[in-house]
T-cell receptor, first 114, second 109 residues
Framework: DTEVTQTPKHLVMGMTNKKSLKCEQH?????MYWYKQKAKKPPELMFV???????INESVPSRFSPECPNSSLLNLHLHALQPEDSALYLC?????????????FGPGTRLLVL | SQQGEEDPQALSIQEGENATMNCSYK?????LQWYRQNSGRGLVHLIL?????REKHSGRLRVTLDTSKKSSSLLITASRAADTASYFC?????????FGSGTQLTVLP
């Protein structure tokens, strides 16, 4: 299995809703990442998990809450989002956190906040 | 924060032609990677070149790296309509990748 899966593919939520994005990989990778990508822009790093521990938080607002229950799963909990948070949310994984490896990306969750 | 700039921002060519995209970056790097993104989808890794390498090939792809100029180029030869996508360079220094601004390539049949 050489892919990263993300669910749901699309999500529409109101500003008072609570929702979660899910990411899964079964490649034995020990680093997992959340990126946010706005239209026609490059991905921007949000969080990095290394060996199931949060190692990088790029000053992301607390309305985004990541969780890594085990080495294969990564969640992003969303609460009280703003319309400007609408974007494509990409999950990625790599074999090791600080190595020279490439990152494998999931297809993304397209989020619309109304 | 965005590390690199890519040019051109957009490129439109005919099928069979070659496409060249350039990437400039600002800091020292361990490696530079190129990724492709089809419209609204995830990114796919294309090729990685290490800081001590100058050129690398993979199929129809050729990547060069000039660390003295802090720049890289991606050449796609004999382009196909299926190559239509956004192409991003990404530099790695410590623990994270930082993506350039991207080039939107359109290959016309």
């Amino acid at each position: 299995d050489t892919e990263v899966t993300q669910t749901p593919k699309h999500l529409v939520m109101g500003m008072t809703n609570k929702k979660s994005l899910k990411c899964e990989q079964h490649m034995g990778h020990r680093a997992m990442y959340w990126y946010k990508q706005k239209a026609k822009k490059p991905p921007e790093l949000m969080f990095v998990y290394s060996y199931e521990k949060l190692s990088i938080n790029e000053s992301v607002p607390s309305r985004f809450s990541p969780e890594c229950p085990n080495s294969s799963l990564l969640n992003l909990h969303l609460h009280a989002l703003q319309p400007e948070d609408s974007a494509l949310y990409l999950c990625a994984s790599s074999l090791l956190p600080a190595g020279q490896e490439t990152q494998y990306f999931g297809p993304g969750t397209r989020l619309l906040v109304l | 924060s965005q590390q690199g700039e890519e040019d051109p921002q957009a490129l439109s060519i005919q099928e069979g032609e070659n496409a060249t995209m350039n990437c400039s970056y600002k800091t020292s790097i361990n490696n530079l990677q190129w990724y492709r993104q089809n419209s609204g989808r995830g990114l796919v890794h294309l090729i990685l070149i290490r800081s001590n390498e100058r050129e690398k090939h993979s199929g129809r792809l050729r990547v060069t790296l000039d660390t003295s100029k802090k720049s890289s180029s991606l050449l796609i030869t004999a382009s196909r309509a299926a190559d239509t996508a956004s192409y991003f360079c990404a530099t790695r220094f410590t623990r994270q990748l930082t993506f350039g601004s991207g080039t939107q390539l359109t290959v016309l049949p």
